[in-house]
């Protein structure tokens, strides 16, 4: 039997995970990334219980599991450095089976890259969606520089503003503003030890983590119009916003080097897709769904698409049965964690000093009955289980592809 052809487009994290398990299905994958090499955009991103759980089903779960630097207790601050609300990995682990894994992203894309054919991964290659196929007929199309694919099975993870998902979905409106913007940063960690929080002020916030390697992984975020840029620049920017708030933040930002802060407006996709594919072409990861990062469910989201869909698009099977299957599985849920998302950034937006207030007496009041209370913002989300628990029988076949030319 001729193996079937599946085209990722867009080598994010949702894009090489896809790949990685349609791999391990039984697949042949070609992954095409615009950029010159896989560098990914961003630096640090949380693993949640529920993505490491689908990465169990890929073999690499344990792996990710093993960058955790978060141990004992953290939570939730304000500017002036009160606690609001305690919970700590201890009890993560209880109420969800596992704890937030903190990891550099470029940690991430190459634990997956590394399990894919040397040839499978294609970069400067900026790739349109000609025909998206039928899913009982034609195969899709995609057109290269280099020349057209024609492909049983298209994914389309580029990204927010997704190409692929304007051609599926020509009437959809597309992503909106959510009204904040953010910056991520990576340093060194100070000298001083600290607890893992994020911290809550009028129309910002602020977050400090661990990683396994000894550097600490910073965001923020704050209310602002779309498109605005620090006058003198984005460090500048930080001192201004939150210099003045509790340790280590000051000491966070005076380490940054003026051209490592990352700043990006955000968007979400408020109005729902109907369903997330056409045809011989699917949808995975912000393209599908992009959603607000209050939850930090961005990346943990698109690491489940891919599992889910692997598991559904079985070689040989019926495609427009498994499509519709995966559809089926993923709209609601992720449109449930959008919508749960956009309601975490209206408290975050809160700039009036009386809706502050009541906002933090309720945290500090809901922290007191326990950390299970804190965690259980999470419950349906952290605690979700993959559709089954791992590709072993066609994992030994897949490593043995390693290196093999598609």
């Not at 992203?105 to 399990?115: C, F, G, P, V, Y």
């Not at 599985?329 to 992720?334: I, K």
């Not at 209206?346 to 965690?375: E, K, N, Q």
Request: hydrophobic content about 45%; overall charge neutral; charged content about 15%.
């Amino acid at each position: 039997m001729t193996q079937p052809h599946a085209v990722v487009i867009g080598s994010g994290i949702g894009g090489l995970t896809a790949a990685v398990a349609l791999h391990r299905r039984g697949w042949q994958i070609t992954v095409l990334e615009r950029a010159a090499s896989l560098e990914p955009v961003g630096a640090g991103i949380g693993l949640a219980p529920n993505s490491q759980r689908a990465l169990d089903v890929i073999g690499l779960g344990d792996r990710v599991r093993s960058l955790a630097a978060w141990q004992g207790d953290g939570g939730m601050r304000t500017p002036g450095g009160r606690w609001l609300a305690r919970t700590s990995s201890d009890a993560a682990t209880e109420r969800f089976g596992g704890s937030i894994v903190l990891v550099h992203r470029a940690t991430l894309i190459d634990i997956l890259a590394a399990e894919l054919p040397s040839s499978a991964i294609r970069t400067g290659a900026s790739a349109q969606l000609l025909e998206p196929g039928t899913a009982g007929g034609a195969r899709a199309i995609v057109a290269t520089a280099a020349g057209n694919f024609e492909a049983d099975l298209v994914v389309g993870a580029d990204g927010i503003d997704s190409a692929v998902r304007s051609c599926l979905f020509p009437a959809h409106p597309g992503p909106s503003y959510a009204g904040f913007t953010t910056w991520r940063v990576v340093v060194p960690a100070p000298a001083k030890p600290f607890a893992p929080h994020e911290t809550w002020g009028r129309g910002a916030l602020w977050g400090t983590q661990p990683l396994k390697d000894g550097r600490i992984y910073a965001y923020a975020a704050a209310v602002s119009p779309a498109g605005a840029r620090g006058a003198d620049g984005e460090k500048a920017e930080l001192l201004r916003r939150f210099g003045d708030w509790h340790d280590p933040i000051p000491g966070i930002i005076a380490a940054v080097e003026p051209g490592q802060v990352l700043r990006n407006d955000v968007h979400h996709l408020i109005d729902p897709l109907p369903v997330f594919h056409r045809g011989r072409t699917v949808l995975v990861g912000d393209g599908a769904h992009a959603m607000a990062p209050t939850l930090g469910q961005g990346g943990n989201q698109a690491i489940e698409d891919a599992i889910v869909l692997a598991h559904h698009a079985v070689p040989g099977g019926d495609l427009a049965a498994a499509l519709a299957a995966y559809s089926a599985d993923r709209v609601p849920r992720t449109g449930a964690i959008v919508r749960k998302a956009a309601r975490a950034t209206r408290l975050m937006r809160l700039t009036s000093a009386p809706a502050v207030a009541v906002r933090d007496i309720s945290m500090s009041v809901i922290a007191r009955f326990g950390p299970g209370l804190v965690l259980r913002t999470f419950d349906g989300i952290a605690d979700w289980q993959p559709p089954q628990h791992t590709y072993a029988a066609s994992t030994d076949d897949a490593h043995t592809a390693r290196g093999s030319s598609l």
